[in-house]
């Protein structure tokens, strides 16, 4: 079993900055990629941001130029590095990792952009 762990959610207002983290334990051998989706409230889970072992990035286009993710596979640990927030970037940002062929996500963390 994988277990995920996010933190680094919060309020914040419009323009500004958060980082969230997510670790990653448990019976973890090689976890390739990581990455990040969100939801909003009434709308689908959508995908934000991947990573895999070897760095490559991807990313959607709602928030390119705004959010780097990044990743320490010492710590197993995936890092979204969220700049110039909006409104619309108000969601519950949930972890996800495949391990094995599996995917395993985490319990999500509240972001909300509001003035």
């Known amino acids: 079993q994988v277990q995920l762990v996010e933190s680094g959610g919060g309020l914040v207002q419009p323009g500004g900055s958060l980082r969230l983290s997510c670790a990653a334990s448990?019976?973890?051998?090689?976890?390739?990629?990581m990455g990040w989706y969100r939801q909003a409230p009434g709308k689908q889970r959508e995908p934000v941001a991947t990573i895999t072992s070897g760095s490559i990035t991807n990313y959607a286009d709602s928030i390119k130029g705004r959010f780097t993710i990044s990743r320490d596979n010492a710590k197993n640990t995936v890092y979204l590095q969220m700049n110039s927030l909006k409104f619309e970037d108000t969601a519950v940002y949930i972890c996800?990792?495949?391990?094995?062929?599996?995917?395993?996500w985490g319990q999500g963390t509240q972001v909300t952009v509001s003035s």
């Open positions: 448990g019976s973890i051998f090689s976890i390739n990629p």
């Open positions: 996800t990792a495949l391990v094995a062929g599996k995917v395993y």
